[in-house]
């Protein structure tokens, strides 16, 4: 059985997103309506300027006692996110995510957002392809010093 790219694997192509000026209140609850973990700060007409995540909102704002009303998303916001393509496989994606240390990654063909991926939305056995190959990246490089 081929492993599944990334664009397969999403569940919406809807892209959920704010403009920089929108408040960390303000993303939490448009992700508490869309039911997501994370959203992509944008600047008209579709700059990606980066992504704010459940984990940020936590560790940025509630963590360090900043009012969620007062705010603004590109005070708290990962910057220029890492983008994969549409094409990329599953496992690899969540090898980079495993690497780097975060779970979701937009997806961009172009300059074209197409949605984003969630480590939730790898199947179990893309998990574990995943997992494997980060492994043996680590005993690799181990053994190589």
């Known amino acids: ?10 569940s919406r192509t809807h892209v959920v997103s704010l403009g920089p000026q929108a408040t960390a209140r303000d993303a939490a609850c448009v992700m508490t309506r869309a039911s997501c973990g994370s959203v992509l700060v944008m600047e008209l007409p579709d700059i990606l300027l980066g992504i704010l995540t459940e984990r940020d909102l936590m560790t940025r704002v509630l963590a360090r ?23 990329t496989l599953v496992s690899d994606a969540v090898v980079l995510m495993l690497e780097r240390g ?26 574990g392809t995943a997992v494997s190959l980060t492994e043996f990246r680590e005993q690799v490089n181990d053994a190589l010093g």
Do not use: W, Y
């Open 1 to 10: 059985m081929s492993e599944r790219t990334v664009f397969q694997s999403i």
């Open 102 to 127: 975060f779970r979701h990654l937009p997806l961009m063909a172009g300059t074209k957002i197409l949605g984003v991926f969630s480590v939730r939305d790898a199947l179990p056995r893309e998990l």
């Open 65 to 87: 006692g900043l009012d969620p009303d007062r705010t603004a998303v590109r005070e708290v916001m990962t910057p220029n996110p890492i983008c994969i393509p549409p094409e």
